[in-house]
């Protein structure tokens, strides 16, 4: 299948600052990535959906301003938790899909697990 | 409002027995339907999916059936192997635009 890169896995940040997750599709264009957020034992949660060159799409209770999502190109996205809190402690996964065409299967990246301290 | 679920967390099976993991979904407007294998601190894996046109797909081990009627899916895993130990996430898709909807996942554990 298409691979997914997310780096970094595991990213440890003091509160007050701000934390940048890339997310690049290797082999394929991506024309639409997805932000998801899990917490512990519970389901992935969308956060925002991206479509190269415009602005994202966010979910219902998610800050635009707090989880920057930038999609420059069809192969990079990338999600900065600006402002960092303790609550916003959790396990960020992307995925993409590409392809404009619906019911696309979507790969995922590696997930980052982000601590702030 | 949980769109797709998952209801029973945990699902404990024998080794050569079969796994069945349900899902059920309320959104009648969803008509593809995914499931994702997931290990702690990684990103799921895709499994198998199935269109709303079909009821059955089957990928090797894996089958996966669905009843539109009851808006309920399953994912039949035959023969179970101990490597197949994961939470199983099913997902759905369809409507107004092509975001995925997860369940909220089941811990398979395959005894040997």
């Known amino acids: 299948g298409a691979v997914v890169s997310q780096h970094p896995s595991r990213v440890i940040c003091k509160s007050g600052t701000s934390v940048k997750i890339e997310c690049r599709s290797l082999d394929f264009q991506a024309t639409t990535m997805f932000w998801y957020r899990q917490f512990p034992k519970q389901s992935l949660m969308l956060m925002a959906t991206?479509?190269?060159?415009?602005?994202?799409?966010?979910e219902q209770g998610v800050e635009k301003d707090k989880f920057l999502i930038n999609h420059a190109s069809l192969t990079l996205s990338t999600l900065t938790v600006t402002s960092a809190h303790p609550e916003d402690s959790s396990f960020y996964i992307c995925s993409a899909r590409g392809s404009a065409v619906l019911n696309t299967e979507a790969f995922f990246g590696q997930g980052t697990r982000l601590t702030v301290v | 409002d949980q769109q797709v679920k998952q209801n029973s967390p945990s699902l404990s099976v024998q080794e050569g027995r079969i796994s069945i993991l349900n899902c059920d979904y309320t959104?009648?407007?969803?008509?593809?339907f995914l499931w994702y294998k997931k290990y702690p601190a990684e990103g799921p894996t895709f499994l198998i999916s199935?269109?709303?046109?079909?009821d059955k797909n089957e990928d090797g081990r894996f089958t996966v059936f669905l009843n539109k009627s009851a808006k309920h899916l399953s994912l039949h895993i035959v023969p179970s192997q101990p490597g197949d130990s994961a939470v199983y996430f099913c997902a759905a898709s369809g409507g107004s635009g092509d975001k995925l909807t997860f369940g909220t996942g089941t811990r398979l554990a395959v005894r040997p």
């Open positions: 959104n009648s407007m969803f008509d593809y």
């Open positions: 991206s479509n190269e060159g415009s602005k994202a799409t966010y």
């Open positions: 199935i269109s709303s046109i079909k």
